[in-house]
């Protein structure tokens, strides 16, 4: 059964502050300043394999803080803050000494695998000092206070945090070191400004829908082989350990090979259990790297068997095509990286590459089983540039409830009377009718669009992986047609920006796709053109330049 992670409890009591808010809403939380610890140790645990239909022994790095679940270590407790909040998280590396970090060695080559920090993803927050500075290295048996001072206007939304600290970030976040940050917020909209989109989600008694916060991950451990041994390193048998210790087995391309499969909050594949006709918030975190989550719900064919530990990984397409026969269940995506969307976007497919965030409203529209499935991915849609196959990620089990048979119309009126219920009367009347206006969220969208007249300054940026003569990850400044590709150097710094400035920026990626994301600052996507120069970002949009559909950009405009 899915469980939510943990939440990292506080050191102490949260000791109030004064509220820099002008005119605090009656009600609302004070601000606190809040002390947590998150200790990272290396963890035995059991990771369940379908390749073999039993939990294989693995010893990782992990991130632990009080009330970690011993049967899910693999996935790190939730932080959960306010706006206006000062969060000081004691990071403690009680990892040992790694024996190969002994001197100065390319910053470009995976390196000192136990050195570490700490990344808050998306937030609004200082890079600087002991805030989330990304270039600091909490070494083996160091402990550092970073601080988050959260901005009093910061919206509320589902963040995440990782290590990220140069050389050792994607084998320590595949290993686990990931968790859910998630900004709580109660600012009802007013007259004169916008309101959180948690004040919205309610249940007809008031109360807040039902929450899931899905952690996402690819745990890609190998079993190390005697010398002479030529069984596969994917294959543990009973008295093995399944580490990851070495690039050498989990650079790119490997997780294919793994023949690993996504855990969801620390669990392969978990069953959900829900009634029909709840709605649901799905707060979901792409936690890995070498992988493309194309998510959608079928549902299961009748008279087949849910339990899920009956299921074969070796007949995973098999199963779905013969038993996964419905149709593809529609959900509402109703913010994409933490940040609210202008109205809800219906989907029966979501793409989420590495560190994307989806918040998505989710109904099962009657009782019975659900697959919930990794769907196939072209080439041109996977983070690896490979067509991905489809895979099992867990079932959902719906029990007796309120059939629905307009899913869309039901989220209209359940919302409507929601609204009607808890919005304020100066700003009801524009709510409730943008939610009949096809679910428009105008009024808890956390700033307006950027106008074309707000554009200070243009900026290029193209991404490349050099192969020989050894693999890099470079990037270059210009779009040109010969564009300046550099490996990442510390002691250079390649753009500067006016405070307050509003910068266009064009990307392309070279050789393989590439999520892009600035650290602090939020962006807005004004258009994603494919290879001939279509426009493949607005709603209903066909992006098939490369002959098969790619379903990961049309819905993005203006995100």
Request: glycine share 8%.
């Amino acid at each position: 059964m899915v469980e939510n992670p943990p939440l990292l409890e506080l050191r102490k009591e949260a000791l109030p502050r004064t509220t820099l808010m002008a005119l605090p809403q009656p009600g609302a939380k004070a601000f606190a300043e809040k002390q947590l610890d998150l200790n990272i140790v290396y963890t035995d645990s059991w990771l369940y394999n379908p390749a073999t239909g039993h939990p294989d022994h693995v010893r990782l790095r992990s991130y632990v803080g009080t009330d970690t679940n011993p049967k899910r270590p693999f996935v790190a407790p939730t932080i959960e803050v306010s706006p206006g909040d000062r969060v000081r998280v004691s990071l403690n590396n009680k990892l040992p000494a790694d024996p190969s970090c002994t001197s100065e060695s390319d910053v470009n080559t995976p390196h000192c695998f136990n050195g570490t920090n700490l990344h808050s993803h998306g937030l609004w927050v200082s890079p600087t000092g002991n805030g989330d500075n990304v270039l600091l290295s909490i070494n083996p048996g160091v402990s550092f206070q970073y601080e988050y001072n959260i901005p009093p206007e910061h919206p509320a939304g589902t963040f995440w945090y990782h290590s990220h600290r140069h050389g050792s970030t994607a084998l320590q976040v595949s290993s686990g070191m990931a968790g859910a940050w998630i900004i709580r917020g109660q600012r009802l909209p007013t007259e004169t400004s916008n309101g959180d989109i948690d004040t919205l989600l309610k249940q007809p008694d008031g109360k807040a829908m039902r929450e899931r916060v899905l952690v996402l991950q690819q745990i890609q451990y190998y079993c190390p082989k005697p010398s002479g041994n030529s069984e596969s390193i994917w294959n543990c048998g009973k008295d093995e350990t399944g580490v990851i210790e070495s690039y050498a087995n989990f650079g790119p391309g490997t997780w294919a090979a793994s023949g690993r499969y996504t855990s969801i909050n620390g669990l392969v594949l978990p069953t959900f259990f829900t009634k029909a006709g709840e709605i649901e918030r799905w707060r979901m975190i792409h936690a890995g790297v070498r992988d493309t989550i194309s998510l959608e719900f079928r549902r299961l064919k009748p008279g087949v068997s849910s339990d899920i530990n009956s299921f074969k990984a070796a007949d995973a397409d098999r199963f779905i095509s013969d038993n996964c026969t419905g149709d593809p269940i529609p959900y509402h995506v109703i913010a994409d990286d933490g940040l609210t969307r202008a109205s809800a976007w219906q989907t029966r497919l979501t793409t989420l590459q590495p560190g994307y965030r989806s918040d998505a409203l989710v109904v099962f529209p009657e009782a019975g089983p659900y697959c919930v499935i990794d769907a196939s991915a072209p080439a041109s849609a996977s983070v690896t540039q490979a067509a991905e196959s489809r895979q099992m990620l867990g079932m959902v089990l719906a029990g007796s409830g309120k059939p629905v048979a307009d899913i869309h119309q039901y989220l209209i009126e359940s919302l409507v009377t929601a609204a009607e219920q808890t919005m304020p009367k100066p700003v009801r009347p524009s709510v409730v009718g943008d939610l009949k206006n096809d679910l428009k969220f105008t009024r808890f969208i956390p700033h307006p669009d950027v106008k074309d007249s707000e554009v200070t300054g243009k900026q290029e940026l193209a991404f490349f992986i050099q192969t020989s003569p050894s693999l890099k990850f470079e990037v270059s400044n210009d779009l040109g047609s010969n564009p300046n590709f550099k490996p990442y150097d510390p002691n250079r710094i390649d753009r500067y920006f006016t405070l307050g400035g509003v910068d266009e920026w064009t990307l392309q990626s070279h050789f393989v796709s590439h999520p892009f994301h600035i650290h602090v600052n939020p962006f807005q996507i004004v258009k994603i053109l494919d290879p001939n120069g279509k426009d493949v970002s607005a709603p209903g949009a066909v992006d098939d330049a490369g002959g098969t559909v790619d379903p990961q950009y049309p819905g993005l405009k203006g995100v």
